[in-house]
Protein backbone atom coordinates (compact mmCIF):
# COMPACT_ATOMS: atom_id res chain seq x y z
CA UNK A 1 0.00 0.00 0.00
CA UNK A 2 2.99 2.29 0.89
CA UNK A 3 4.53 2.25 -2.69
CA UNK A 4 1.67 2.41 -4.10
CA UNK A 5 0.87 5.75 -2.72
CA UNK A 6 4.23 6.88 -3.04
CA UNK A 7 4.08 6.05 -6.84
CA UNK A 8 1.19 7.62 -7.04
CA UNK A 9 2.12 10.79 -5.76
CA UNK A 10 5.30 10.63 -7.89
CA UNK A 11 3.00 10.42 -11.00
CA UNK A 12 1.22 13.41 -9.59
CA UNK A 13 4.45 15.78 -9.17
CA UNK A 14 5.04 14.50 -13.17
CA UNK A 15 2.26 15.17 -14.92
CA UNK A 16 -0.14 17.42 -13.00
CA UNK A 17 2.91 19.57 -11.45
CA UNK A 18 5.24 19.30 -14.15
CA UNK A 19 8.28 19.26 -12.51
CA UNK A 20 11.30 18.43 -14.02
CA UNK A 21 12.27 14.98 -14.05
CA UNK A 22 15.83 15.50 -11.61
CA UNK A 23 13.18 16.69 -9.04
CA UNK A 24 11.24 14.08 -9.11
CA UNK A 25 13.81 11.65 -9.14
CA UNK A 26 15.14 13.52 -6.25
CA UNK A 27 11.60 12.98 -4.14
CA UNK A 28 11.56 9.43 -5.14
CA UNK A 29 15.34 8.99 -3.20
CA UNK A 30 13.65 11.48 -0.26
CA UNK A 31 10.33 9.17 -0.06
CA UNK A 32 12.43 6.16 -0.15
CA UNK A 33 13.61 7.36 3.08
CA UNK A 34 10.94 8.18 4.65
CA UNK A 35 9.82 4.13 3.60
CA UNK A 36 12.26 3.08 5.25
CA UNK A 37 12.09 5.05 8.60
CA UNK A 38 8.77 3.84 8.35
CA UNK A 39 9.16 0.30 8.08
CA UNK A 40 12.06 0.54 10.74
CA UNK A 41 9.49 1.50 13.04
CA UNK A 42 6.74 -0.74 11.86
CA UNK A 43 4.21 2.11 10.71
CA UNK A 44 2.21 2.50 7.47
CA UNK A 45 3.29 6.17 5.84
CA UNK A 46 -0.69 6.76 6.52
CA UNK A 47 0.09 6.04 10.17
CA UNK A 48 3.15 8.38 10.44
CA UNK A 49 2.86 10.54 13.55
CA UNK A 50 4.75 13.77 14.15
CA UNK A 51 7.04 12.25 16.73
CA UNK A 52 8.17 9.80 14.32
CA UNK A 53 9.53 12.66 11.83
CA UNK A 54 10.99 14.49 14.70
CA UNK A 55 12.69 11.57 15.74
CA UNK A 56 13.69 10.83 12.30
CA UNK A 57 15.27 14.18 11.58
CA UNK A 58 17.39 13.82 14.79
CA UNK A 59 18.71 10.50 13.21
CA UNK A 60 19.54 12.50 10.19
CA UNK A 61 21.07 14.86 12.24
CA UNK A 62 23.28 12.91 14.26
CA UNK A 63 24.16 10.84 10.75
CA UNK A 64 25.78 13.86 10.08
CA UNK A 65 23.30 15.49 7.49
CA UNK A 66 23.59 19.27 7.11
CA UNK A 67 20.53 21.15 8.12
CA UNK A 68 20.00 22.23 4.83
CA UNK A 69 19.59 18.77 3.70
CA UNK A 70 17.29 18.14 5.98
CA UNK A 71 15.04 20.90 5.38
CA UNK A 72 15.11 19.95 1.73
CA UNK A 73 14.04 16.40 2.51
CA UNK A 74 11.57 17.43 4.83
CA UNK A 75 10.05 20.15 2.41
CA UNK A 76 9.82 16.67 -0.48
CA UNK A 77 7.77 14.81 2.79
CA UNK A 78 5.73 17.91 3.89
CA UNK A 79 4.64 18.21 0.02
CA UNK A 80 3.73 14.31 0.15
CA UNK A 81 1.58 14.65 3.09
CA UNK A 82 -0.03 17.37 2.34
CA UNK A 83 -1.18 15.35 -1.39
CA UNK A 84 -2.13 12.16 1.14
CA UNK A 85 -4.62 14.81 3.55
CA UNK A 86 -6.37 16.18 -0.10
CA UNK A 87 -6.59 12.64 -1.35
CA UNK A 88 -8.71 12.09 2.25
CA UNK A 89 -5.63 9.47 3.17
CA UNK A 90 -4.14 11.41 6.25
CA UNK A 91 -6.56 13.63 8.95
CA UNK A 92 -3.35 15.95 9.42
CA UNK A 93 0.17 16.67 7.57
CA UNK A 94 2.57 15.32 10.73
CA UNK A 95 5.72 17.11 8.92
CA UNK A 96 3.91 20.18 9.21
CA UNK A 97 5.30 21.68 12.28
CA UNK A 98 8.67 20.21 12.01
CA UNK A 99 11.86 22.25 10.81
CA UNK A 100 15.42 21.23 10.37
CA UNK A 101 18.43 21.70 12.78
CA UNK A 102 19.70 25.10 12.67
CA UNK A 103 23.39 25.58 10.21
CA UNK A 104 25.94 26.38 12.87
CA UNK A 105 26.86 30.06 12.34
CA UNK A 106 29.76 30.30 10.48
CA UNK A 107 32.64 32.05 11.94
CA UNK A 108 33.63 35.96 10.14
CA UNK A 109 36.78 35.51 8.09
CA UNK A 110 39.62 37.53 8.99
CA UNK A 111 42.86 38.39 7.59
CA UNK A 112 46.26 36.94 9.52
CA UNK A 113 48.18 39.54 10.82
CA UNK A 114 50.84 39.34 8.13
CA UNK A 115 48.34 39.83 5.21
CA UNK A 116 46.46 42.88 7.35
CA UNK A 117 49.84 44.16 7.25
CA UNK A 118 50.84 43.59 4.03
CA UNK A 119 47.63 45.21 2.35
CA UNK A 120 47.99 48.18 4.79
CA UNK A 121 51.36 48.60 3.94
CA UNK A 122 50.94 48.67 -0.04
CA UNK A 123 51.58 51.17 -1.89
CA UNK A 124 51.43 51.20 -6.07
CA UNK A 125 54.78 53.82 -7.55
CA UNK A 126 52.37 53.09 -10.82
CA UNK A 127 49.24 54.05 -9.81
CA UNK A 128 47.20 57.19 -9.83
CA UNK A 129 48.51 59.50 -6.68
CA UNK A 130 45.13 60.70 -5.93
CA UNK A 131 43.21 57.47 -6.18
CA UNK A 132 46.39 55.29 -3.94
CA UNK A 133 46.00 58.44 -1.38
CA UNK A 134 42.45 57.77 -1.24
CA UNK A 135 42.18 53.99 -1.14
CA UNK A 136 45.07 53.49 1.37
CA UNK A 137 42.88 56.01 3.72
CA UNK A 138 40.13 53.92 3.35
CA UNK A 139 41.91 51.05 4.38
CA UNK A 140 43.56 51.80 7.19
CA UNK A 141 40.01 53.11 8.57
CA UNK A 142 38.87 49.90 8.13
CA UNK A 143 41.54 47.94 9.86
CA UNK A 144 42.45 50.51 12.28
CA UNK A 145 38.99 51.30 13.48
CA UNK A 146 37.07 48.13 12.80
CA UNK A 147 34.28 50.81 10.84
CA UNK A 148 31.37 49.21 8.94
CA UNK A 149 31.42 50.41 5.18
CA UNK A 150 27.88 52.09 5.88
CA UNK A 151 29.92 54.13 8.95
CA UNK A 152 33.15 54.55 6.28
CA UNK A 153 30.34 56.31 3.35
CA UNK A 154 28.79 58.37 5.66
CA UNK A 155 32.20 60.18 6.63
CA UNK A 156 32.09 63.66 6.37
CA UNK A 157 35.38 65.76 5.28
CA UNK A 158 34.82 67.95 8.77
CA UNK A 159 32.36 67.92 11.55
CA UNK A 160 28.85 69.78 11.18
CA UNK A 161 25.40 69.47 12.66
CA UNK A 162 24.14 67.19 9.26
CA UNK A 163 27.23 65.02 8.95
CA UNK A 164 26.54 61.36 9.68
CA UNK A 165 30.10 61.09 10.47
CA UNK A 166 33.80 62.72 10.72
CA UNK A 167 37.00 62.46 11.61
CA UNK A 168 38.83 64.43 14.55
CA UNK A 169 42.53 64.80 13.30
CA UNK A 170 43.65 66.61 16.47
CA UNK A 171 41.51 64.14 19.01
CA UNK A 172 42.57 61.12 17.12
CA UNK A 173 38.90 60.03 16.75
CA UNK A 174 36.14 58.65 14.42
CA UNK A 175 32.69 59.60 15.44
CA UNK A 176 30.00 57.12 13.37
CA UNK A 177 26.27 56.48 13.40
CA UNK A 178 26.42 52.94 13.48
CA UNK A 179 23.09 50.54 13.22
CA UNK A 180 19.74 51.94 15.07
CA UNK A 181 21.18 55.30 14.76
CA UNK A 182 23.46 54.65 17.33
CA UNK A 183 26.46 57.12 17.60
CA UNK A 184 29.84 55.96 18.90
CA UNK A 185 33.32 57.33 19.08
CA UNK A 186 37.03 54.98 18.08
CA UNK A 187 40.13 55.93 18.75
CA UNK A 188 42.24 56.48 15.41
CA UNK A 189 45.86 55.09 15.32
CA UNK A 190 48.90 57.01 13.91
CA UNK A 191 49.50 55.35 10.93
CA UNK A 192 45.14 56.11 9.94
CA UNK A 193 45.66 59.87 11.05
CA UNK A 194 49.02 60.11 8.56
CA UNK A 195 46.93 58.40 5.60
CA UNK A 196 44.24 60.64 6.41
CA UNK A 197 46.62 63.33 6.08
CA UNK A 198 47.62 62.37 3.14
CA UNK A 199 44.15 62.10 1.48
CA UNK A 200 43.23 65.57 2.39
CA UNK A 201 45.80 67.44 1.26
CA UNK A 202 45.24 65.44 -2.30
CA UNK A 203 41.32 65.15 -1.98
CA UNK A 204 40.51 68.62 -3.83
CA UNK A 205 42.76 68.57 -6.44
CA UNK A 206 40.17 66.41 -8.76
CA UNK A 207 38.68 68.61 -11.36
CA UNK A 208 35.14 67.45 -10.67
CA UNK A 209 35.57 67.87 -6.65
CA UNK A 210 34.61 70.95 -5.44
CA UNK A 211 36.20 73.02 -2.46
CA UNK A 212 33.08 72.80 -0.44
CA UNK A 213 32.37 68.68 -1.30
CA UNK A 214 31.08 67.52 2.48
CA UNK A 215 32.09 63.73 1.84
CA UNK A 216 35.29 62.76 2.99
CA UNK A 217 35.60 60.23 0.52
CA UNK A 218 34.90 60.76 -3.03
CA UNK A 219 34.48 60.26 -6.84
CA UNK A 220 36.77 61.64 -9.37
CA UNK A 221 33.10 63.61 -10.31
CA UNK A 222 32.89 64.76 -6.44
CA UNK A 223 30.25 62.76 -5.18
CA UNK A 224 30.21 60.59 -2.49
CA UNK A 225 31.98 57.16 -3.04
CA UNK A 226 28.95 54.25 -2.40
CA UNK A 227 29.50 50.67 -0.36
CA UNK A 228 29.60 49.06 -3.58
CA UNK A 229 32.32 51.50 -4.90
CA UNK A 230 33.89 50.96 -1.60
CA UNK A 231 33.96 47.11 -2.28
CA UNK A 232 35.23 47.09 -5.58
CA UNK A 233 37.87 49.38 -4.79
CA UNK A 234 39.15 47.54 -2.11
CA UNK A 235 39.00 43.91 -3.89
CA UNK A 236 41.23 45.47 -6.37
CA UNK A 237 43.39 47.09 -4.07
CA UNK A 238 43.99 43.44 -2.29
CA UNK A 239 44.98 41.46 -4.80
CA UNK A 240 47.17 44.28 -6.34
CA UNK A 241 48.93 43.51 -2.72
CA UNK A 242 49.33 40.00 -3.87
CA UNK A 243 46.84 38.45 -1.44
CA UNK A 244 45.28 34.99 -2.34
CA UNK A 245 41.73 36.18 -1.32
CA UNK A 246 39.77 39.01 -2.37
CA UNK A 247 39.16 41.14 0.67
CA UNK A 248 35.98 42.89 1.32
CA UNK A 249 35.18 46.12 4.18
CA UNK A 250 33.69 43.48 6.54
CA UNK A 251 36.27 41.08 6.55
CA UNK A 252 38.84 44.31 7.74
CA UNK A 253 36.54 44.33 10.64
CA UNK A 254 36.69 41.12 11.28
CA UNK A 255 40.06 41.57 11.30
CA UNK A 256 40.34 44.59 13.56
CA UNK A 257 38.68 42.58 16.12
CA UNK A 258 40.26 39.37 16.01
CA UNK A 259 43.46 41.37 16.08
CA UNK A 260 42.75 43.23 18.88
CA UNK A 261 41.59 40.42 20.82
CA UNK A 262 45.03 38.21 20.45
CA UNK A 263 46.45 41.39 21.71
CA UNK A 264 44.92 42.39 24.81
CA UNK A 265 41.92 40.08 25.35
CA UNK A 266 39.75 43.14 26.17
CA UNK A 267 36.16 41.92 25.53
CA UNK A 268 34.21 44.56 26.76
CA UNK A 269 36.71 47.65 24.93
CA UNK A 270 36.31 46.13 21.86
CA UNK A 271 32.62 45.38 21.97
CA UNK A 272 32.87 49.38 22.17
CA UNK A 273 34.92 50.15 19.47
CA UNK A 274 32.55 47.97 17.16
CA UNK A 275 28.98 49.11 18.48
CA UNK A 276 27.86 45.75 19.56
CA UNK A 277 24.90 46.25 21.42
CA UNK A 278 25.29 42.35 22.82
CA UNK A 279 28.46 41.58 23.70
CA UNK A 280 27.64 38.35 22.81
CA UNK A 281 27.81 39.54 18.98
CA UNK A 282 31.36 40.14 20.05
CA UNK A 283 32.25 36.99 21.50
CA UNK A 284 32.04 35.51 18.61
CA UNK A 285 35.73 36.97 17.99
CA UNK A 286 36.90 34.92 20.92
CA UNK A 287 36.60 31.78 19.12
CA UNK A 288 38.34 33.24 16.13
CA UNK A 289 41.40 34.05 18.30
CA UNK A 290 41.11 30.36 19.96
CA UNK A 291 41.27 28.83 16.29
CA UNK A 292 44.41 31.28 15.98
CA UNK A 293 46.24 30.05 19.13
CA UNK A 294 45.10 26.56 18.68
CA UNK A 295 47.30 26.63 15.05
CA UNK A 296 50.00 28.53 16.65
CA UNK A 297 50.31 25.60 19.29
CA UNK A 298 49.96 22.90 16.64
CA UNK A 299 52.70 24.83 14.66
CA UNK A 300 54.87 25.48 17.10
CA UNK A 301 54.82 23.29 20.10
CA UNK A 302 57.32 20.53 19.92
CA UNK A 303 54.07 17.95 21.84
CA UNK A 304 51.39 19.28 19.94
CA UNK A 305 51.06 16.25 17.46
CA UNK A 306 51.60 13.99 20.32
CA UNK A 307 49.73 15.37 22.45
CA UNK A 308 46.76 15.56 19.42
CA UNK A 309 47.20 11.78 18.52
CA UNK A 310 46.28 10.86 22.36
CA UNK A 311 43.09 10.26 22.76
Not at 236 to 263: E, N
Not at 286 to 304: K, M, S, V
Request: aromatic share 6%; glycine share 8%; with cysteine.
Amino acid sequence: MSQELVERYLEHVRVEKRLAQRTVELYALDLQKLAAYAFEAKVELTQVQNAHIRRWVAQMHGGGRSGRGIALILSGWRGFYAWLGREGRVASNPVQDVRSPKAPKPLPKALSVDDAMQLAGYHSEAGDPWLEARDAAMVELLYGCGLRVGELVGLDAAASASARGWIDLEGAEAHVLGKGSKRRSTPVGAKALEALQRWLALRSQAVGVPGDAPALFVGRNGTRLSAQSIWQRLRRRSLQAGLATPVHPHMLRHSFASHLLQSSSDLRAVQEMLGHANITTTQVYTRLDFQHLARAYDAAHPRAKLSRSKP
